[in-house]
């Protein structure tokens, strides 16, 4: 197998969990890998050289940098980087550049239906434009772009929700939180992918010569008692309107760096068909329920409360965790006051 990827010199243009779990991967098949943060503006055709193939992550699977930067100012940037890997890419012939992207892209919302490789995305508008929806939207309006011209082929992976060693994203904070948030009904079914799988899919598309966005998950969905149960965590259950009001006012404010729409991926279902890559024969290795252990084993001992981990100085940890902390500690309060009135 390692043979089939030997020929290949593979450069991964990003950072966080997300890339370094690609570079392993591809390294461990045989391909010759380079790893780059960030392609340099005056020098990114030297640091593409000689590659066959470019992972560009966008979803890099860590909150650390959240909130750093003004959204118009990250989108800036990001359209500029993007826009600068591929005509780096196409100047010194690269073959397939494959981005890192999330089905996130595709909005969440109440019985909403499985997402297929074809489906529109969210609109880019305020909702969305503080969060990591928006930077991938940025991101992949520069690639339906340059996908229109015939080099390099493009792929854009859209997976679903991340697991994996070192993976920190609102939804795996969203179980270090007391409680489990849900909306009341609302049945938010899970659905994980492993970033060992998400790496096997960045070989599969290049190997077969897949194009287009494509969706990522496991086989299978996990109902909302299942992941309790596994989880060991109580659920509370808040109205919509107290949910994401809340979460809006802490964003409006200042609290929450991200924005209020990025609650609904932790509260609504969002689970992916996974059609592409199917059809061609590819699978997981990780089911997921598989993935939830993994999750829960490297979100053990973390408290995530008002925004912030406790006993480290992370960045905050965006609306979904927050609100978490904030609503559902603050519902648990009321729930307790009216017991003792009783």
């Known amino acids: 197998m390692a043979?089939?990827?030997?020929?290949?010199?593979?450069?991964?243009?990003?950072?966080?969990?997300?890339?370094?779990s690609l570079a392993a991967s591809w390294t461990g098949m045989g391909a010759?890998?380079?790893?780059?943060?960030?392609?340099?503006?005056?020098?990114?055709?030297?640091?593409?050289?000689?590659?066959?193939?470019?992972?560009?992550?966008?979803?890099?699977?860590?909150?650390?940098?959240?909130?750093?930067?003004?959204?118009?100012?990250?989108?800036?940037?990001?359209?500029?980087?993007t826009q600068r890997t591929l005509a780096a890419a196409r100047a010194v012939g690269?073959?397939?550049?494959?981005?890192?992207?999330?089905?996130?892209?595709?909005?969440?919302?109440?019985?909403?239906?499985?997402?297929?490789?074809?489906?529109?995305?969210a609109a880019f508008d305020e909702a969305s434009r503080g969060g990591l929806v928006g930077d991938l939207l940025a991101m992949e309006a520069v690639l339906e772009r340059g996908a229109r011209r015939a080099s390099?082929?493009?792929?854009?992976?859209?997976?679903?929700?991340?697991a994996g060693v070192g993976i920190d994203t609102f939804v795996t904070r969203h179980f270090e939180a007391p409680r489990l948030l849900m909306v009341r009904g609302a049945t938010r079914q899970w659905q994980f992918v492993h970033v060992e799988d998400l790496a096997a899919a960045t070989r599969f598309v290049v190997q077969h010569g897949l194009t287009g966005p494509l969706t990522v998950?496991?086989?299978?969905?996990?109902?909302?008692?299942?992941?309790e149960r596994a989880a060991g965590m109580r659920r509370i259950e808040l109205a919509?309107?107290?949910?994401?009001?809340?979460?809006?006012?802490?964003?409006?404010?200042?609290?929450?760096?991200?924005?209020?729409?990025?609650?609904?991926?932790?509260?609504?279902?969002w689970s992916v068909a996974s059609d592409g890559l199917r059809a061609a024969g590819w699978?997981?290795?990780?089911?997921?329920?598989?993935?939830?252990d993994v999750l829960l084993e490297g979100v053990q001992g973390r408290v995530a409360v008002a925004g912030r981990r406790l006993g480290t100085r992370d960045a905050a940890i965006g609306a979904a965790g927050a609100a978490v902390a904030f609503v559902g500690t603050a519902a648990v309060w009321r729930q307790a006051r009216a017991r003792r009135r009783r």
Not at 3 to 20: D, L
Not at 152 to 162: C, N
């Open 3 to 20: 043979s089939t990827y030997a020929a290949e010199v593979v450069v991964v243009v990003g950072h966080g969990p997300v890339a370094g």
């Open 32 to 81: 010759t890998v380079r790893s780059v943060d960030a392609l340099p503006p005056q020098d990114a055709q030297s640091e593409l050289a000689g590659a066959s193939v470019v992972v560009l992550v966008g979803h890099a699977g860590e909150m650390a940098a959240a909130g750093t930067r003004g959204a118009a100012e990250r989108h800036k940037a990001i359209v500029a980087h």
């Open 94 to 121: 690269v073959r397939h550049l494959v981005a890192i992207s999330s089905a996130a892209v595709h909005g969440a919302w109440p019985d909403r239906p499985q997402i297929h490789d074809d489906d529109a995305v």
């Open 152 to 162: 390099p082929r493009i792929t854009i992976l859209r997976p679903a929700a991340l």
């Open 217 to 227: 998950g496991a086989d299978d969905l996990l109902e909302p008692d299942e992941v």
């Open 240 to 269: 919509a309107t107290t949910a994401f009001g809340t979460a809006e006012r802490l964003h409006r404010v200042g609290v929450l760096p991200s924005p209020a729409a990025e609650l609904a991926f932790v509260v609504y279902p």
């Open 283 to 292: 699978t997981t290795r990780w089911s997921s329920a598989q993935c939830l």
